[in-house]
Nanobody
Framework: QVQLVESGGGLVQAGDSLRLSCAAS????????MAWFRQAPGKEREFVAG????????FYADSVKGRFTISRDNAKNTVYLQMNSLKPEDTAVYHC?????????????????WGQGTQVTVSS
């Protein structure tokens, strides 16, 4: 079992950048494909970005493609989400998630472990 803790959220202005971190403990991250999801008030949790266990291939939601970058440092047992050119519609609680599979899943139900989330608020 793995425990995930997110950090790095905050209040920023439109156009600013933030880097979120997801630190894992309990098990090595290298056996998991990882993803970031987000949930805005009154909305369902949605996929943002993912990185595979096996090849490090990355996948992004269309809404963040070209602005967000997911990466992983297995030596540090940490996954990152670099968010640039932030928009007010990016405001949400961001969660990292892990699944013990070689490839990224795009749905909430495909993930076994979740962090508590970190709040990102983008003002206009």
């Amino acid at each position: 079992q793995v425990q995930l803790v997110e950090s790095g959220g905050g209040l920023v202005q439109a156009g600013d950048s933030l880097r979120l971190s997801c630190a894992a403990s309990g098990r090595t991250l290298s056996i998991y494909s990882m993803a970031w999801f987000r949930q805005a008030p009154g909305k369902e949790r949605e996929f943002v970005a993912g990185i595979s266990r096996s090849t490090g291939s990355t996948f992004y939601a269309d809404s963040v493609k070209g602005r967000f970058t997911i990466s992983r440092d297995n030596a540090k047992n940490t996954v990152y989400l670099q968010m640039n050119s932030l928009k007010p519609e990016d405001t949400a609680v961001y969660h990292c998630a892990a699944r013990r599979a070689a490839v990224v899943g795009l749905h909430v139900w495909e993930y076994d472990y979740w962090g508590q989330g970190t709040q990102v608020t983008v003002s206009s």
